[in-house]
């Protein structure tokens, strides 16, 4: 398994595939929505399994005051439960501390929480409807 910055075109379309297939295809959320105006803005990850195949990708930005959004978290549906998500969560979490962040906010699907709750983040907002889909607001130091 290997995490790599997305800091190429080939690297940045390979997360854009992955975001397509996850939220796009699985979870119905219009394509138009998913792609956003923040991609410029964002540092985006693509993890590659054992055998070199993209298999999850992550973004974040920073926001002010030290906090950067961790967004677009997702993993091939043929890649989870290897635990692919926490090794992507935690090679951001390392990257923003390291570019001098100090926390990190979230828009958590609400069936994922207990995942982010595993990494540390705890729940800071009432429930809200992103693209369709409950979410809550998590927040965590860096």
Same mark, same amino acid.
């Given at each position: 398994?290997?995490?790599?910055?997305?800091? %190429?075109?080939?690297?940045?379309?390979?997360?854009?595939?992955?975001?397509?297939?996850?939220?796009?295809?699985?979870?119905?959320?219009?394509?138009?929505?998913?792609?956003?105006?923040?991609?410029?803005?964002? %540092?985006?990850?693509? @993890?590659?399994?054992?055998?070199?195949?993209?298999? +999850? %990708?992550?973004?974040? *930005?920073? @926001?002010? +005051? +030290?906090?950067?959004?961790?967004? *677009?978290?997702?993993?091939?549906?043929?890649?989870?439960?290897?635990?692919?998500?926490?090794?992507?969560?935690?090679?951001?979490?390392?990257?923003?501390?390291? /570019?001098?962040?100090?926390?990190?906010?979230?828009?958590?699907?609400?069936?994922?929480?207990?995942?982010?709750?595993?990494?540390?983040?705890?729940?800071?907002?009432?429930?809200?409807?992103? /693209? +369709?889909?409950?979410?809550?607001?998590?927040?965590?130091?860096?």
């Amino acid at each position: 398994m290997e995490i790599k910055v997305a800091d %190429t075109k080939a690297l940045y379309d390979q997360c854009l595939d992955i975001r397509m297939k996850v939220f796009v295809d699985e979870q119905n959320v219009p394509a138009d929505v998913e792609v956003d105006e923040f991609e410029d803005v964002c %540092t985006h990850f693509v @993890l590659f399994d054992d055998s070199g195949e993209a298999a +999850g %990708t992550v973004r974040y *930005r920073p @926001l002010d +005051g +030290g906090l950067v959004k961790v967004e *677009r978290m997702a993993v091939l549906k043929d890649h989870r439960g290897k635990k692919y998500g926490y090794d992507l969560m935690e090679g951001v979490h390392q990257h923003a501390r390291s /570019a001098g962040h100090l926390k990190a906010k979230l828009g958590a699907q609400v069936h994922a929480i207990p995942f982010y709750e595993k990494l540390g983040y705890a729940v800071s907002s009432d429930e809200f409807d992103d /693209a +369709g889909i409950p979410h809550k607001y998590m927040v965590r130091e860096l």
